[in-house]
């Protein structure tokens, strides 16, 4: 076999040229982004580029060096705006100097997916009844609508890998995979940075993740270890706390009584925000909860003590995470067929608003530069048990949940159940039942704070936490 190693990442990327599209790997803000090669294509300096990756991502390390450089013109992926993170690209994008297609993540991993298999396009569940519906197909398979989503290929694409051998054979470490083997198959021209190269044969064949027939070149990582551990390191805002209110519960108390509901389940998905303190409580319940993440991991904790994180190793909200015995690693479209195909039993996902008929919106936030869709759309469409947690009420007292959601829906009529800081609301046919009242609230101030009718029982128990 011969040698498809470089002397250099600039090399590696010669014929890059404006205008072309070029997808990143890589799961924000971890280890397994492409920083060598991302920092060759800013020294080359071809502007007008569409790029397309999981997401913008934050830090001096990354996806941002693009934006900062002037060198973007589209964007496409599944979060094009971070909590609580002001990026370049979301200034960009608010002046209107990016243009931004926003792809569920599984739909994103499916169209490179379908690219590299030679399929024109697919039909998915997942977005249908939504504001995706707009400029796509919709055709009705056994009843239900599917949209039609194109292949999406591209000029080049930046991987990262922990070790490679000189044919290009590639292993991950943890949970590095994410979308980079779907994006091997996609691009005409596929670059691997390794974390350390290695002679042909000294992967063992059943370690290798990615056959070297889908890598063209091979570049060693030229930006120091401790360097891109400073970006991996900087962690999402933690949501536990008071809640906006002050009222009811907390959210460390919403994420236990979450917990509670999901404990008997087998796999459940947590989404990001408000859910993930749900994580931290099952543990403590004994739960033999299998969670998964949307970045291709199943089974994992939240890790509580640093001494043990291994870099490799997040949750998709990008939270250090401990791999449990009986977990697995895989990647992020494998991920999404457990997800869309029916095999987990509950996802638990934040919430803008809820609907009276259990419509749920949690990906676009007034006055927010970009959309973050994530994967949610995909895990709406699997019909799992799907638990809303969300506080009743904005900051400025308007509620929640409501008649009709007055922003983008994320899926309709799939929400099941209701955690708030007031209350557990159950959605049924013919509307919202209180079944809760969270300590030292009355069923009249839940009433009160809500934006539709509820049907209330002469006696409604105190949760018990």
């Not at 504001?131 to 919709?138: C, D």
């Not at 536990?240 to 994420?255: C, F, V």
């Not at 009584?257 to 459940?268: C, E, M, N, S, W």
């Not at 936030?365 to 959309?371: C, H, K, L, M």
Request: proline share 5%; net charge negative.
């Amino acid at each position: 076999m011969r040698s498809k190693v470089v002397p250099s990442a600039l090399e590696a990327i010669a014929e890059l040229e404006p205008g072309m599209h070029v997808m990143f790997g890589g799961f924000a803000p971890t280890m397994s982004l492409p920083v060598s090669l991302l920092s060759a294509v800013v020294e080359r300096g071809a502007g007008d580029l569409t790029v397309i990756g999981c997401t913008i991502g934050y830090g001096r390390l990354g996806p941002q060096m693009l934006a900062e450089a002037g060198l973007v013109k589209k964007f496409i992926g599944s979060a094009a705006t971070q909590v609580a993170r002001p990026t370049v690209f979301e200034d960009k994008i608010l002046a209107g100097e990016i243009e931004v297609e926003v792809v569920p993540q599984g739909t994103l991993a499916e169209r490179m997916r379908a690219a590299g298999a030679g399929l024109a396009a697919f039909y998915t569940l997942t977005g249908a009844g939504t504001a995706l519906e707009e400029n796509r197909e919709v055709r009705e398979f056994d009843g239900r609508a599917y949209l039609l989503e194109p292949a999406l290929r591209a000029d080049f694409a930046l991987l990262w890998a922990s070790e490679v051998d000189e044919a290009g054979n590639c292993r991950f470490e943890g949970t590095t995979r994410n979308f980079q083997t779907a994006m091997a198959t996609a691009a005409e021209i596929v670059v691997v940075e390794a974390e350390k190269i290695v002679p042909v044969g000294a992967i063992d064949p059943e370690d290798v993740h990615l056959p070297g027939i889908f890598i063209d070149r091979v570049v060693a990582v030229e930006v120091p270890y401790e360097e891109r551990l400073e970006v991996a390191r900087i962690q999402p805002r933690d949501v536990a706390g008071k809640t906006g209110s002050g009222m009811g519960l907390d959210r460390d108390q919403m994420g236990l009584r979450t917990a509670k509901l999901i404990a008997g389940y087998d796999y459940v998905n947590l989404g990001i925000g408000l859910p993930v303190l749900a994580g931290r409580w099952l543990e403590r319940l004994g739960a033999q909860v299998v969670l998964h993440g949307e970045n291709g991991v199943m089974g994992y904790r939240a890790l509580a003590d640093r001494a043990r994180w291994d870099p490799n190793v997040f949750d998709a909200g990008s939270q250090p995470a401990e791999l449990l015995p009986g977990s697995a690693v895989i990647d992020s479209a494998g991920a999404f067929t457990m997800a869309r195909g029916g095999h987990l039993d509950a996802v638990v996902l934040g919430a803008y608003e809820v609907s009276r008929g259990g419509d749920i919106a949690n990906w676009v936030r007034p006055g927010v530069g970009g959309p973050l869709i994530g994967g949610a759309m995909d895990l709406i469409a699997g019909d799992a048990e799907l638990i809303a947690v969300l506080e009743h009420t904005t900051r400025k007292g308007a509620p929640r949940i409501v008649e009709e959601c007055t922003l983008p829906v994320t899926g309709r009529g799939c929400v099941n159940t209701i955690v708030t800081n007031l209350a557990l609301i159950a959605v049924e046919a013919d509307g919202l039942h209180l079944r809760e009242l969270a300590p030292g609230v009355s069923a009249e101030q839940v009433v009160a704070a809500t934006g539709c009718p509820l049907t209330v029982p002469a006696d409604v128990p105190t949760m018990g936490l």
